[in-house]
């Protein structure tokens, strides 16, 4: 069996974005010479996702609107117990929470196996500054 590890970085400018890491994961499976396996992606920061979904900009902004309503950016310690620590993003730790933490994708006859319309997207909540994601591949 085989095992290939890249990690991606990523610097969103903005507090919450969705990038589509579709074509970065192609390459790392293209570079593993994987054809049958799974490939496992996930966020290594508490305030950030991965997760799977159409690529449609209104959709993104539905996301956002969404996230907001749930968990609205407040960094005032009386919503959230987390910012009486001296941080202000306990809003991004929930909407990480709804997002998910990591996708796994089949690979089949070298290429990722989505369903119609599936792309993997990364999402940040407390961008702004640098942070990674893993990619595990392992198969034959």
């Not at 054809?35 to 209104?58: K, R, W, Y």
């Not at 929930?94 to 792309?119: C, N, S, Y």
């Not at 999402?123 to 990674?132: A, M, P, Y």
């Amino acid at each position: 069996m085989k095992s290939h590890t890249d990690y991606l970085h990523f610097n969103i400018p903005e507090r919450m974005g969705f990038l589509n890491i579709t074509p970065q994961l192609e390459d790392s499976l293209a570079e593993s010479g994987v054809q049958e396996g799974l490939l496992l992606c996930n966020a290594m920061h508490i305030t950030a996702s991965v997760f799977i979904n159409d690529d449609e900009p209104g959709l993104h902004r539905d996301y956002k609107k969404w996230l907001e309503e749930l968990a609205p950016f407040d960094a005032s310690p009386e919503r959230y117990h987390h910012n009486r620590t001296g941080e202000d993003n306990a809003d991004a730790h929930h909407k990480r929470q709804i997002m998910g933490r990591e996708v796994v994708v089949a690979i089949t006859e070298g290429r990722l196996d989505f369903g119609p319309w599936e792309q993997v997207f990364y999402g940040e909540f407390d961008g702004r500054r640098s942070k990674r994601v893993l990619v595990k591949i392992i198969g034959e």
